[in-house]
DNA sequence: ACCTTCCCTTGACTCATCTCAACGAACCCA
DNA sequence: TGGGTTCGTTGAGATGAGTCAAGGGAAGGT
C-alpha cells in the first residue's frame, strides 16, 4: 500500500544523482526554459519514469502538475477519494495508517523516486505527510488509467511498481513479527542505507528527518527504545551520530548481521514484468 | 482462467461451497469431458478471472495446467527462480519467509482464487506450501508476460490484484506493529470470516486448517498466547470451538470492537484499475 | 535575551508476552 | 493393541520492551 519502503531499493536501474560530484546537480526547476520538465528531474531515470522513451514521457508530463508541499502538510489523507498519483523528485514523506485510538503504524518513508496513491481503492487507505520540503510530480489518477491502454509499457511497469512494494511489505512483516529491537533499527538503517545508494548518493552518512518517534512506529516500537537502541549502537561502536538526524554507518557488517537480512547480498531486487 | 461458459459461474460465484449439504460438490475434473476446465472452476468469477470474457479466458487456459498438492507438499521455494504463477481453485496454503535462525513469517494464507508468484523477482521471495490438499491452475511467468501486451485488461486486473494484496499488507503490519494478542486474534479471525463470505461461503462458521504455531507466526506472537487467548475468548463466549480447526464466531462485534479495524463497515476494496 | 515547545536521552519500574515445562488427546503405523 | 509423534492447552516463572518520569538541548517566537 503505500508507496513505501522499497521501491526505490527495488530498482536497479540507477545512475543518476552520484555523477554529481563533479558537476553541480542540475535542479529541476519547473518548467525552466519551457522545456519538459522531466529533463531536468533528479528521478528522471529512475522507477516509473525510467522505463518510458521520452515520447511517452511527454505525454506523461502533459497530465502531470508540479506541486511542493512544505514540512507537516499533508500529501493525501486516509479515507478521501483516492483522485492521484504522486511520484516524489524530492523531499521525503511519511506514510501511515492510524488506529481509532490513535495508535499509527508507519508503513514506509518516501524518498525521490517514490510513488504514492498506487495502491488506493475509491479512498486513499493512508495519509502521506510531508517530513521535509517537497516537490512532487501530480498526475490525476483517471488520466493515468486511461494511458494505461495506449502506452502499455506504463501499466507493466506499475505492475512491477506493485510488486516491488508487496516484497519490501512482506521484509517489513518480517521484521515486526519477528525481529527485536536491535534487529528492527539494523534492518532500518541498512535499508535507509541501501536506497540512499540507490539514488546515486555515495557515502556511509544517512540523513534521517524523521524523529524517533516516527522510526519507533515505522518499527514497531517506542521512542524510548528507539533511543536507547541507537545509543547502544553507538556505544559499540556501530554508527556515529552527528546530531539525531544525521547518522553516519560505521560497521556495516555488524549491523547486516544484526539485520538477519533474507537477502544475504543485500542486491536490489528488480521486477521483471 | 480458463474459458467457460457462465452459467455455472454465477452460481459458483457464491454458493459453492456451502450448498455441499444438499447436493454432493461437483468437484472439477481436470478437463473433464473435454471442455475447458475453466467451465467448472469454482473460482471462475473471482478476482483475476471473474475480469475475463469467455474468450481472453480461453487464451489463458491454453497456457495453463491444472496441478494437485498434497497437504505439506511446497508450491514454490524462496531462492528459487521464478518461473511460475498459481491461483488456487482449491484448498489452503501458507506463504512464509524464514530468519537465518529459523525464526519464520508467516506473510498470508492462500484460499481458493488466490495468486502466488506474483509478487517475485527474479527469485522468489518467500516459501509456499499447502495446507491442505491442493488444486490449483498453474501459469508459465514468461508466457503470462507476452499476454500483458496482447489482452491489457489482464495487466490491468494484476495490477488491480497487486494493490490490493498491498492494501492488506499494509493492514497487516499495523496489526504486527501496534496491535495486543487479542487485537491480533480478533482481527485474523475477521478476517478469515470476511473472505469466507466473499468466497461465497455463509454462517458463522471458519476452519483453520492452520495449527495454532502457524496461527502464532503469522500474527507475531507464540504458540502458547494463541492457544490462550482462543481459550479467553471462547470463555467470553466470542467465539465457539469445535475441534482446534473449526471456530464459530458468535460475538461477531465484540470481535470487531477488539479488532479495531480501520475499515469498520468491514466491507473489501476493491482496487479500480 | 528570554520563554516556550518539541525532541532526545536516560533511569527506574511494570507488564504483556515469551520461555520452559508438563500433560492429555488425536493420529499414525506396525 | 501399543508406542511414537504431533498438537493443543495450561501453569509458573523470566524478560524484553513498554510506561512513567525527569532533565537537557535546540529551535522558534516575541
Not at 545512475?15 to 558537476?23: A, D, F, I, K, V
Not at 495508535?103 to 479512498?123: C, M
Not at 534487529?183 to 552518512?205: M, V
Not at 561502536?237 to 539485520?259: K, N, Q, S
Request: charged share 25%; aromatic share 6%; glycine share 6%.
Amino acid at each position: 500500500m503505500k508507496a513505501s519502503t522499497d521501491q526505490v531499493l527495488k530498482q536497479s536501474r540507477v545512475q543518476r544523482l552520484e555523477q554529481t560530484p563533479t558537476s553541480e546537480l542540475p535542479r529541476p526547476s519547473r518548467n525552466a526554459r519551457g522545456e519538459s520538465p522531466c529533463a531536468a528531474c533528479p528521478v528522471r531515470d529512475m522507477n516509473v519514469c525510467g522505463a518510458l522513451t521520452d515520447t511517452d514521457l511527454a505525454t506523461m508530463n502533459a497530465i502531470s502538475t508540479d506541486k511542493t508541499f512544505e514540512r507537516d502538510q499533508t500529501l493525501i489523507w486516509e479515507g478521501e477519494a483516492a483522485g492521484e498519483f504522486f511520484i516524489v523528485s524530492e523531499g521525503v514523506a511519511k506514510v501511515f495508517k492510524l488506529l481509532p485510538d490513535g495508535r499509527r503504524q508507519i508503513t514506509g518513508f518516501l524518498y525521490p523516486s517514490d510513488i504514492v496513491g498506487l495502491a488506493s481503492n475509491e479512498r486513499y487507505a493512508y495519509t502521506a505527510q510531508a517530513l521535509t520540503p517537497m516537490r512532487v510530480c501530480r498526475f490525476p489518477r483517471s488520466k493515468v488509467l486511461e494511458l494505461f491502454d495506449e502506452m502499455p509499457v506504463l501499466c507493466r511497469k506499475v505492475c512491477c511498481v506493485a510488486s516491488n512494494e508487496l516484497a519490501a511489505a512482506q521484509d517489513q512483516m518480517v521484521l515486526l513479527g519477528r525481529k527485536n529491537a536491535a534487529e528492527r533499527l539494523a534492518s532500518f538503517l541498512l535499508l535507509l542505507l541501501r536506497r540512499k545508494h540507490l539514488r546515486g548518493e555515495e557515502g556511509q552518512a544517512i540523513d534521517t528527518p524523521m524523529t524517533r518517534a516516527e522510526i519507533a512506529d515505522h518499527l514497531g516500537l517506542t521512542t524510548e527504545t528507539v533511543s536507547r537502541t541507537v545509543t547502544q549502537f553507538r556505544k559499540l561502536g556501530h554508527i556515529e551520530l552527528d546530531g539525531p538526524h544525521h547518522i553516519l554507518v560505521r560497521d556495516e557488517p555488524a549491523l547486516a548481521d544484526l539485520a538477519a537480512f533474507d537477502d544475504p547480498d543485500g542486491l536490489p531486487h528488480t521486477a521483471s514484468f
